[in-house]
């Protein structure tokens, strides 16, 4: 079931937090929001204590005078539910809700997310709470919406509560039902570590060489996503008893070691995102590295949480500098980014976008999280730009609920992205394929999509020309499966080296490599390596073509006759080996190529397979803009010029520019950080 | 009430430990020192066990014959009490007095520096046997001071004990009376950190991203100063009840998380200060930065003892290789550098200087610390140095009690210090000019002070002609009339980026920036950025002279009529807007720059309003050159080479060579390390 | 007493794991090994479990049937006591028994050498399997020896637990009897470390700056020796009572804090080591250093195994690509490396030489520490490597027995090593010097061996022609005796910087430098000090031959008339002053340098006192190749090629290719990565 956002227009919102503010200031500030565009906003995600100052002592006074002033302005409200942040009465009186470092020492008040989602205590005093504020706001006339905690596995995605410990054992009592099965699945013969009673099994625990089965840490982190969703889903089923019709329930995200699908398909309508593309302009992590790509890094972050929910919503839109007192030290957006960054949202699927925040606060932890206001709350730059972004938006309200399109689908599945992270000479190639097969759609303005193996359907992939998968070392019969069905049915795979050694416990499969893809590929690999550091690049040569084949290198030989050799490895010991390799099946093609897709590697796979620059013959663009598109009524093209410097494109086709509503055709400048959107008929 | 040393003449003195060598070797120890111009020997810092083996057994034998051989050597004593290192039976039987690590981990036995201020029983114990000792010895006529503990804050300058959260708790309390102005104060409404019981609050504790409200923290380094003031106070207070009339008490520094102003003021009758410029040579930590300062930035570190104390002491001066067996690894001195050092600490106002140690320790973690004498005793270079520097000193006993001169003077307060340690953004600020300012005073051979806004009274002030306040961030109305006092009666204000956002809670104020210095300086400041790593540097034109506006930004606007401004920005996206204002009020003139004082930032300031290079008309000297002057009778100059390398040096007038009692002008060659003090009449 | 092994021929060995495989693949892979040269396995390292899968429970059955079979293929087996991975069952249940991190935190199940080795309880379980396995096993024909443990000190060699507390105290009584002798000879009298009970001594403990007196962390070394070597003779002590005569104890090393040499005298019949080349090669830490000399490092290990056993055995040796999956990423051998890594182990004197591992292991935290098979066990390129290793070293078995040559000698003693681990300033000499005479000694193709003073008499040193012993900072009078009489009976010793400044508690000594060693040496070291890092290089003129005197300098001076000055500083302030200085005592001479010998420097004294090359008039061969020496019936040359490019040889005297057969004289030209064995009449 597909979980998208349905909004007749692009929407504007703020995050508001009315405990910051005198009550005086609320009405006034509700109505310059609306003066400026903004129709939405979000409250209460961290006001436990403005609904439960102590414990069992409820009341809502606080927020039925906000909501009645907010109803009356005509603004509309998505409420939170206040786990992400236990008041001081909790923690200190129930320290067993607390989250820990894998040495056990308990984080403690005075920061968020301090809490872990297994703590029956704190699933009583979160259920209640939730109950409580669900049936009392519910009904209310402005809320349109709810958010579930924040953030979740934002600041830490580990937990090592002795709670966790607990659910963990049930965990994997369900999934494994005899400790040797478990004894099987993790390879506990290994060094000993067999186990003889469920009491013998924790959480990851320090150890010497900070080294844990990987086997097991593999199901801790299945465990880690599997207690986020349930979490999510205790609050999400105590909210549907009481939302009204119409209102959705979200939560903001994307954050590490969950299944952000699963918990979408569970718990939510739809996921929103918090995009912070300024973070690329920090001062404590910039890389001067010329060719990075900075903010436009995001785009992969946006494409991301298209892959949850096509029509999306971003909760937390960067309004301004970034920064908290401790760390993190960014600049302003400068004049024309805000609008950036907002069009790079909803070019990849966005219809709302929320800025965070409207006033920057003025105390705590966050007093460099600057939104569109800065203390004084005068009216400064950001605000007119957002104005603007208004009046541009308002303009686009056709824009709404089409689809970004892509004829290039990036493969993954949450078991591998866990595995890459347990795994080091997997997160090695996993990490320069990410970035290489990015980069290299980005530069040659190639739309793609993520496409989560494990939660689409084999039909589904069939809309893609071509498919890459870059990295799948586990591998089991179910995605064997769905990927044969993609090439019969005429689809492009191309896969990279360390393709199918695992199964999906994370042990290594005895049959000939690529395992269970040994016989859709018709390759096998006799031999393999990391590119060795002594050896600098490895080159392969593709037809002529020269192709860097980065990190790791399978050595290819042809399985089956009908195998072709499309390159063979020039250089180290293993010059003159086959180093990509095809074969058809069906109606398809599959490539298998013993590398890592470094960018350039990259860009010749999408050249040589010929969905390389797909709208070349309406637009061309230099490499430093992006080339968004999303199809409706018409087709809908982004272009965003990330650089501080003028681009010059190229209009091969009459569009018509949304902002201005003039039809545009042949030479045209954008300007630094300057960002368009020309409508052109399908 | 100022608290400077009276002395005659130029002392030295030396750190001995009798507890560490045979006594037979104690009488010819001492006639050696006094042979070659020690005075005085500070004694027994670390020595609780001589005093107290077990606990309540109390001997007084050893330090008695110590004493009696002293004073029939005709050696004076400074004294100490003992409580930087607690016995092993105290601390294994009394653990609470301890201090830990965040996490909870107490520190051990085996280093020093383990304990807590604020343990009852440590308190208890070490009032006893201060007790004890100055009720034993103070009477004894060989001594003439006393140190208390030994440098104070030195290791670890944050306490996590439990009776550190008790003591907290107090001091809270004491500050705030009740819970609800403690959360106001630290804002605790963002992310939900209301208290509503004292005992919710604690020393901040581990937390996610380890981050607590910044608030709380700066309170906390406030409360650890306090700590620390209020433990040499329970000893000062003890000894001042038996110390014989004429003999002082003192400590030695400077330490952080300390108001070593306010410890002064309270317990002691003068700083003395520790002196180490060779850390600037140690392999470990060499920074071969050929522009940077070296040893001679420990000139920065003497002003402030000056700040403190205007004529202190040195309780430990560098004589030799320095290190521990287990971190920093340094050369020896070379030839002239252990007399260079002695006249750089004098030239800042020093009249004592006492050598650490006279022996280099064969045991323990300081093997490697070196004093005069290398392990064997025997005669060596550095004690002929030493009996050199004696010669010198004699020659400049009529430096004693003279003071440093300085018409420019940088303007510091504790909590702006704190708050750059507590804030990222401010620290970064911060770090740039004060390093800026230094050396550019330096290079400029301009003389200046530290003036400790909260321990000055506003008439103190008249005395500079230019006064740097380079990011006061955080302002009180009783800052801001002293600054506007000192204006009006003619002074000359700079002040920095970021002045004036923060109240004294370190919250955010919302008025207009530079909020409480806005009428002063005549100056708004509509929007602020740091310089984006992508920008590189920033730069002003001020009147023709181009001048970097470092790490950050305030982008200016005149606010009153008679502001004028003097500089503009001339990149980014902000050129021309304005980067300098002044204003005149009173009979003084007030600048408001946004940006921090890089060195030739700092230079230009120094060189436009007039005060660089005041004693151009007297001497000349190349920039590796530091110039030092202090009045008294007459005038001193202090001309320091602190290179491997001769240097030419002009008089422009006639003058006293005070090692060689001639009269010189002209062309002076120094040679490499050399120091010469020059005498100018009035 | 000689602990070597005794083979009469070449001999290969693996390691097997039948406990990770099916039972019915051991018979096939045990006659695969056979027929590919492998005549011995190693199993039961870590297989505690599949004897006592549960307290008290004991079952043979497995390792019955595994030897049944093996005995039936004519496979020989080294078996070994399981106490490196006790059981879950077993640290659940007595978490006693766990090694703890220095603050405390325990280190858990999930890893290996998890276990402490003073835990009574672990003691009395590791007694109790040993006994009952040795009792069960050791008759049985199929093996030939054991190992005990595996890999004693890796992963982790501190040890923090509460019976570390415990038998530290027993130590250190048993070791000073008082509690006065031991503060003395810590010198705990610096800064008032005084213990007054026993039960105030801890192994060391978390301390501020991370410091904590280093007599006592030198005494806490030796202690993890003992406890060591006390564990390992506690199952020796057991095997010795069951073992068949002609089977022989061992284990595999070597690592940090254990004195090998007492180890094996106490309990082994002769030591194994693991050897792993490639590390040199990992991703994650390759230095692109071209003069590093990378996988050549390893014969620095060999000479230590050498210097405890002269004919040992390899237990683990490379064979393919390794690493965890959590760390260390390493490409696999390239052809020959595999052959290469043989023969440089035989060269050093490894008659055995075992392959890590059989089959790579499809599960576990080393899935990436390859064998020789990959997962899948079909054919591959390391077993055809294989194959010719064995052919190879079927015609070489005339090497067994034979003895590795040297005329140098690296002297070496377990208080020096320990104390320049203790030690910052020791350890940077240390290191340096290790580097530079080690590189020297390869690139002159000069055969040196490690001399451990501590655990060789007199007159075993007298072979070597030059003694090298550069930073004997600690000395005793009984090694003092030894290198006097060395001396005197003819050798040539070379002594460097910082010698004998520390008595064996590492406290200083009080006599003139360098201290103990004054009279033989001549020399007398008025003053000394690091290398200013502001200095560059400091040079000495030998002779008119610059050499460097790296890292610290001693500035000498003549002690006696016979002194005779060799070469002088010719930089810093010390320039003119004597850097080496000769002297002639009995037979023999002594040489002090005041310097650490970096590779050039150690290059000329190689030079100079004519011990470079040795094997000159047979073969001259370029820096990049190793030339290694044994001798038995012949002399045999290993001409190790490391480099990835053709070496060209030059051989001067007449000589068989033991692997062809043939003779061969005059040019030659080695492939990349080759090895040859070339025999010569002696």
Redesign the interface.
């Known amino acids: 079931m597909e979980r998208s956002m349905n909004l007749e227009k692009i929407t504007l919102g703020t995050c508001y937090y009315p ?2 503010w005198p009550e005086g200031m609320w009405e006034e500030d509700l109505r310059r929001m609306l003066e400026n565009g903004i129709e939405v906003v979000r409250v209460a995600e ?4 403005k609904i439960e ?2 414990e069992g002592e409820f009341t809502y006074e606080f927020f039925d005078r906000f909501l009645e002033i907010a109803e009356r302005a005509g603004m509309k409200v998505i409420f939170c539910t ?1 786990s992400a ?5 909790l923690t ?1 009186r129930y320290p067993e809700v607390l ?1 820990a ?1 894998q ?12 809490y872990n989602y297994n703590s029956p205590k704190y699933q009583e005093l979160v259920k209640r709470i939730v109950e409580k504020s669900a049936a009392h706001y519910a009904a209310h006339p402005a809320i349109i919406g709810w958010q579930i905690d924040n953030e979740l596995n934002c ?2 995605n580990e937990f090592y509560s002795e709670s966790d410990t607990a659910a963990f054992r049930v965990f994997l009592q369900e999934k494994y039902g005899t400790l040797d099965r478990l004894n099987e699945a ?2 506990t ?9 469920w ?2 099994i ?1 959480v ?13 840490v593999l199901d801790y982190i299945r465990f880690i996503s599997d207690s986020t969703c349930r979490f999510a889903r205790m609050q999400s089923d105590i909210l549907k008893k009481y939302v009204k019709p119409g209102d959705f329930i979200t939560t903001n995200g994307l954050f590490g070691n969950l299944d952000n699908h699963r918990m979408t398909e569970e718990s939510l309508d739809f996921i929103t995102y918090d995009s912070y593309p300024n973070f690329a ?1 920090c ?2 992590s ?1 890389e ?1 590295d010329d060719k990075s790509m ?1 903010d436009r890094k995001w785009s992969r972050n946006l494409a991301e949480a298209r892959a949850i929910s096509p029509n999306f919503g971003i909760m937390e839109q960067q309004s301004g ?1 970034n ?10 957006p ?2 024309g980014q805000m609008t950036l960054w907002t069009m790079q949202s909803i070019a990849h699927g966005a219809d709302y976008v929320s800025y965070f925040r409207w006033r ?9 999280w600057h939104g569109i206001l ?5 009216d ?2 950001r605000l007119s730009e957002l104005k603007e972004i208004h009046e541009k938006a308002g303009r686009m309200a056709c824009v709404a609920g089409s689809r970004y399109q892509a004829k290039v689908g990036l493969v993954r599945d949450y078991d591998n992205l866990w595995d890459s992270v ?4 997997h997160g ?1 190639v996993e990490r320069e394929s990410g970035k290489g097969l990015f980069e290299a759609c980005q530069r040659k303005h190639t739309p793609f999509d993520f496409c989560y193996l494990d939660h689409m359907k084999a039909e589904e992939l069939s809309k893609y020309q071509v498919l890459f998968y870059p990295h799948a070392t586990m591998l089991t019969q179910q995605m064997t499966d769905k990927l044969t069905a993609y090439v019969e049915q005429g689809g492009c795979l191309v896969l990279g080296c360390r393709t199918g ?1 695992k199964d999906e ?1 994370g ?7 690529p395992g269970l893809l040994a016989p859709l590929t018709g390759t096998d690999i ?10 600098g690049t490895v080159y392969a040569d593709w037809d002529g073509t020269r192709i860097e084949a980065a990190v790791f290198n399978d050595l290819l030989a042809p399985l089956t006759e009908d195998a072709k050799v499309e390159a063979r490895f020039s250089s180290s ?1 293993y010059a003159g080996t086959p180093a990509l390799i095809s074969r058809e099946q069906g109606k398809g093609r599959v490539y298998y190529f013993g590398g890592a897709f470094s960018e350039h590697t990259a860009e010749i796979f999408l050249e040589k397979l010929g969905v390389a620059e797909p709208y070349a013959d309406t637009v061309v663009l230099p490499e430093g803009c992006e080339l968004a598109v999303r199809e409706g009524e018409q087709t809908y093209l982004f272009v965003l010029n990330y650089l ?1 410097e003028c681009a010059a494109v190229e209009l091969k086709k009459e569009c018509v520019d949304l902002f201005t509503g003039e039809t545009v055709s042949g030479s045209m400048e954008l300007k630094p950080f300057e960002a368009k959107v020309l409508a052109v008929g399908k």
Chains 1, 2, 3 share one sequence.
Not at 103 to 114: A, F, I, M, S, T
Not at 360 to 368: K, L, N, Q, S
């Open positions: 405990e910051h961290f006001a436990w204590s100052p102590r206040p942040t236990p008041p001081a009465w200190n989250n470092r040495d056990g020492v308990l984080y403690r008040h005075g920061c968020r997310r301090h600041e830490v993790w390879g013969v290994f060094w000993n570590q067999t186990y003889t009673e009491e013998e924790y990851p625990r320090p150890t010497p060489s900070n080294s844990t089965n990987p086997h097991e302009y001062l404590d910039y001067p900075r500098a920064g908290w007192n401790s760390r993190m030290e960014a600049p302003t400068k004049p920057t606060c003025t105390m705590g932890t966050e007093i460099y800065d203390y004084s709350g005068r400064n730059r347990v795994d080091a000479w090695r050694y416990t042990k290594c499969v005895m049959s000939k490599l006799p031999e393999y390596t990391f590119v060795s550091p002594a050896d010991y501080d």
